[in-house]
């Protein structure tokens, strides 16, 4: 059944996997979630790029908000910010417009580029979903982060493409076995809004055993 | 840990809650009595006749702010729940082990060995507060009976056994509850457990505690993805909250009991806050039971050290950060369940 989206999983969610593999697993396996003022400004971000019904022509370009995409072979779906569609001779045909066209996604962040690869992953994903459903090439693609108000280009390289493959593959081996991986605690367990649920402390303490033993 | 927001409290019958933009509006008879932000609130808690309107029916269910109705003596009528957790996950898992006597058991020892153990502790301090008051000797003989109970419970893999433990326990704490009482003896005593309805003052504060502490329990349980309906020690029974009477074994001493004696033992309760029937039935007035539940919620404010988790936390999130670390046990995280051990 190549329609069968049951076991399709949520594209944004390698972004989770990649900052870290339990915080994707209490997300999108057991299904909680907690709000802190990262999220919330997050969602705010996406607020203004979140206008399914706008599409804007500027000269050479078209701009679509709000794109749902998915890729078969990844077996994900998810939505693009905002996808840009130039005019050019290499691009394809698109639906609804005359000419040919190179679409190229643009991922809106909170806050300012940041040191780990998950707004990367996340991009290189929406590019592989783009490139089998257009039936194209997308070299580049950029991250406009809120608070430099500036895109930033990243290149596409088939590196990244096999990278975002694999980790596709690792949530999906979770995902079946419905598995929850224990926590590796570092720094970025600060940020994570869902520390209260995940308790990233707890596995490090004494058995629960000699604790109550304590009592006695 | 999550913060703890308070909880609003309707004890007077035929008020009326609506919502007005982000407000609860308390209104008797086409009367506006008050209004609060819906926000600062994580339940809603009505005793009586009280009505609700569907509109905050709906903006409770939907920012999970519980909404319950209890009848007027605070037995459990109803309650708002929005869309369950998604955690379908969990709640098989939940339920798989419940099918399991021996898993079962392996839980439900844990809650059986903290409610033993918290009494036991409530002993020792009373013992050790209030050496002239009480029968040390007779404390410290029944808390050495607690002791060996520990001990066999750990141990235990046999609901039965576990049950018969419990049991014998709670027979020996009980009997020295009565020397607890320290104050206001020719109104406040203690002969035995009663209920529905309670023939003594005491049992009507007690049985006004453990509503109160269930209603806490069985919420946060339902916010971590758990059904309170499925428990491990108290069999399903249509209607019964049986994981939240489970949970609550565990700190029905040291959250309900100790309150209750504070209560009376700081001379918080008069004999005026109580009417009794001619049946016997003992009820408290509503000025009482406004009284109680005022000094419920200031309680919950008040902070401690979580033993296991070694972080300080309000007293009103104990059951919360009980039902996230049983989710936990469950999920796989822990080996144990936990429970919660006070000293």
């Known amino acids: 059944m190549v329609n069968d989206d049951v076991d399709y999983l949520m594209l944004s969610g390698i972004q989770h996997f990649r900052f870290c593999s339990r915080q994707w697993a209490l997300i999108h396996i057991e299904q909680q979630w907690a709000e802190n003022v990262l999220t919330i400004e997050g969602q705010h971000v996406h607020e203004k790029a979140d206008q399914p019904f706008l599409r804007e022509k500027r000269g050479n370009k078209l701009i679509v908000r709000a794109m749902p995409i998915r890729s078969h072979s990844l077996k994900t779906n998810g939505i693009c910010d905002v996808v840009e569609f130039y005019e050019h001779k290499d691009g394809v045909p698109i639906h609804g417009e005359t000419g040919?066209?190179?679409?190229?996604?643009?991922?809106?962040?909170?806050?300012?580029?940041?040191?780990?690869?998950?707004?990367?992953?996340?991009?290189?994903?929406?590019?592989?979903?783009?490139?089998?459903?257009?039936?194209?090439?997308?070299?580049?693609a950029y991250l406009f982060y809120d608070?430099?108000?500036?895109?930033?280009?990243?290149?596409?390289?088939?590196e990244m493409r096999n990278e975002v493959q694999s980790m596709f593959k690792q949530m999906h081996h979770y995902f079946d076995r419905r598995h929850t991986p224990k926590v590796k605690t570092g720094k970025h367990c600060v940020s994570c809004s869902l520390q209260n649920l995940c308790m990233p402390e707890l596995m490090s303490s004494t058995t629960v055993r000699s604790y109550m033993e304590r009592y006695l | 840990m999550k913060k703890l927001l308070n909880t609003l409290f309707i004890t007077t019958p035929d008020i009326y809650l609506s919502l007005k933009g982000e407000n609860v509006v308390i209104t008797h008879e086409n009367q506006q009595l008050g209004r609060f932000p819906l926000h600062n609130f994580e339940a809603i808690c009505t005793f009586g006749y009280a009505g609700a309107s569907p509109k905050l029916m709906y903006a409770c269910a939907e920012k999970n702010i519980n909404l319950t109705f209890l009848s007027r003596s605070g037995r459990f009528l109803a309650r708002v729940v929005g869309e369950s957790k998604g955690n379908v996950i969990l709640r098989k898992t939940q339920y798989r082990l419940s099918e399991n006597e021996v898993e079962s058991a392996k839980i439900a020892r844990n809650f059986i060995f903290a409610k033993i153990a918290n009494q036991k502790w409530i002993l020792e301090r009373m013992a050790r507060d209030y050496p002239l008051r009480i029968d040390v000797p007779m404390f410290k003989q029944v808390s050495s009976e607690l002791t060996t109970a520990m001990k066999a419970i750990l141990v235990t893999e046999d609901l039965e056994r576990l049950r018969g433990l419990e049991g014998q326990a709670a027979t020996a704490y009980f009997k020295l509850f009565d020397q607890m009482i320290l104050q206001q003896k020719d109104i406040f005593y203690f002969r035995n457990r009663n209920r529905r309805p309670p023939t003594d003052n005491v049992n009507a504060l007690l049985s006004l505690a453990y509503t109160l502490l269930a209603s806490d329990v069985t919420s946060a349980l339902e916010t971590v993805g758990l059904d309170a309906y499925v428990g491990y020690l108290h069999r399903d029974r249509p209607?019964?909250?049986?994981?939240?009477?489970?949970?609550?074994?565990?700190?029905?001493?040291?959250?309900?009991?100790?309150?209750?004696?504070?209560?009376?033992?700081?001379?918080?309760?008069?004999?005026?806050?109580?009417?009794q029937k001619e049946n016997g039935a003992v009820l408290l007035t509503d000025d009482g039971r406004r009284k109680f539940i005022k000094a419920w919620q200031e309680r919950k404010q008040e902070s401690l050290t979580h033993p296991y988790l070694n972080e300080k936390i309000n007293w009103g999130l104990v059951p919360h950060a009980q039902a996230i670390l049983l989710a936990r046990y469950l999920r796989g995280d822990i080996e144990e369940y936990p429970p919660f051990l006070w000293k």
């Open chain 1, 147 to 158: 608070e430099i108000k500036r895109r930033v280009k990243v290149d596409i390289t088939d």
């Open chain 2, 239 to 275: 209607g019964r909250a049986s994981l939240a009477l489970d949970v609550m074994e565990e700190l029905r001493g040291v959250m309900a009991d100790r309150f209750v004696l504070k209560m009376i033992n700081k001379k918080m309760m008069q004999s005026t806050d109580f009417v």
């Open chain 1, 100 to 140: 040919t066209y190179l679409p190229i996604p643009v991922e809106y962040k909170r806050g300012k580029p940041k040191r780990g690869q998950e707004d990367v992953v996340q991009l290189v994903a929406q590019v592989m979903c783009l490139e089998e459903m257009l039936l194209c090439d997308i070299p580049a």
